[in-house]
C-alpha cells in the first residue's frame, strides 16, 4: 500500500498537469458514475489527505479516489502512448488539452461535493504532511488504545495519517520495539520519539524517487523485505511474520534482537497459516 508520501508525489504529478486547466475529456468507467461528465470544468487543484487524492473542479465537485494496494494514476503528454495497464484496468480519465492523467486499479473512486468532502476523509487523524498536523493529538489517538499492538496502531489512519506498512516497520526499528508491543507499554519519551521519527522521514522522503530510512551507503531500508537477510545493526537475520486482524494482515519485519518485545505467534509467521491476537 502507498505510503503518504508516495500519495503526495502523485497528488502534485496531477496537480501539475490538471491544475487550471480546462477538461476536455472525462471517462468514468465504473457503474456508478458511467454517465457522469466534468467536460469544460476548470481543474482548480489537487490536494492530498493522508493516502487519499482528492482532485477538485470548478462548480462544487471533487474527484475522490484512494490507491489502496495496487491503484495509480498516470499522466501522459498528448499522443503518448499509454503504459499503465490494460485498458480494462482504467477506472476513470481525466483530460485537457495537453495532458491526460488515467486512474489505474482504483479501489476507492466517487464523485462528491466538494462541501461533502469530510465524509470520504473526516475521519482521518492528523497528516503527517499536511497543514493539520498536531503531533499532540496524534499521540493522543495513539494511547487511546493501550492494548493494540503498535504497528496496529500506526497503520489506523484515524490515529494519524501517512504511515502505511514500510514505514511502520522501520519506526519501529528505530525505536528498537517489536511491532507487536501494546502502545500502553512504550514508555512516553520513546511515544513522543516515535511521532517526531514519523514526521522526520515522511517529509526526508516526500520528493525523493526512492525511499530512504537509513543513512547506511547501497541499503535504502533497516529491516522492510529484508527478511533473513543480516540486520545492519547486530548482523542477526532479519525476520518476518503477518500483523493484522485476520482480514487485513500485512508481512511486518523486525530484528530480534536489536528491538525488544513480545514477538508473533508461531502460526503467524509468512507463509504459514495466520492466527488472530499475536502478541
Known sequence: MPEGDTVRQAARRLHEALAGKVLTRSDFRVPR????DLTGRTVLDVTPRGKHLLTRVEGGLTVHSHLRMDGSWKVFAAGQRWSGGPAHQIRVILGTADRTAVGYRLPVLELLRTADEER???HLG???????WDAEQALANLRAEPARPLGEALLDQRNLAGIGNVYKCELCFLLGVTPWLPVGDLPAAHAVKLVA???RLLEANRDRPVRRTTGLRGQDLFVYGRAS????R???SVRVANQGDGSRERPTYWCPTCQAGPAPYPGDFAGTRPRRGAG
Do not use: E, F, N
Not at 458514475?33 to 457522469?36: D, G, I, K, L, R
Not at 537477510?229 to 545492519?232: A, G, H, K, L, V
Open 33 to 36: 458514475y458511467a454517465t457522469a
Open 120 to 122: 470520504a476523509v473526516g
Open 126 to 132: 492528523p497528516d503527517l504532511l499536511g497543514p493539520d
Open 197 to 199: 521519527h514519523a514526521k
Open 229 to 232: 537477510r543480516p540486520c545492519p
Open 234 to 236: 547486530c548482523g542477526t
